[in-house]
Structures are given as C-alpha cells and as structure tokens.
C-alpha cells in the first residue's frame, strides 16, 4: 500500500518516472441510467482513443489500450468522466493494467504468444 502525506504534490498520474509501454483494460459503466443500452457511452468513448491516436481493441465487456503508462492513466480517466458529461450520477470504472518492464508487449503480441502455444504438439 502506498501512503501518501498530505503535503505530497504529485504530478498526476502520480509519480511514473520512466517511460514504460503498457497494456490496459478498461470497462466504464455509468449507473442508474434510463436506458439498459451502454453503446452511445461506449461509442463516445471510442471517440476519446481515436482522439489519443493510440491503438485499442473493443471487446463484448470493455475495451484493451496500449500505450505509455502515463498516458493511458490520463485517457482512462477522460473515459471515465464520460458518462458524467451525459448526465450519470454515478460511474463504475474497472482498470486491470498489464505493466510489463522486460520487454515491450503489444495488444498483437500477447495474442500472437498464446497462437503460437495453440500450434505446438501437446
């Protein structure tokens, strides 16, 4: 756990000091809204990462972003102010971040790992 004083000033998001390439999962779900449909959320959300120019995958349940750490922070927290903007009250954003340091890793590269593992002889 990381505690912070209150005389802390930290540049949001927090203290990153190096530049590190990563992969993050994001799913934002505005609650208490009229309508069961989440698309227009969702499409307005897209909007934001084609905006970032940065490379993202949909999926049925949220969506994969990768980019540097710093900036994907800063992008899931423009996603998650969405909803707001459109008249939730309240929002639930999940994040899971795949931070790897030993080498770069890619939406592509991830699925090409396990599609190699599928050729191989069991």
Known sequence: MIIFKKNDHLDFPFYLEEETMAILEISVVPIGTNDTSLSAYVADCLRILKKEKVRYELSSMGTNIEGNLKD?????L???????KKGALRVLTTLKIDDRRDKKGTLAGKKRAVENKLKRKS
């Open 78 to 84: 423009k996603m998650h102010q969405i909803p707001f």
């Open 72 to 76: 994907l922070f800063k992008i899931a």
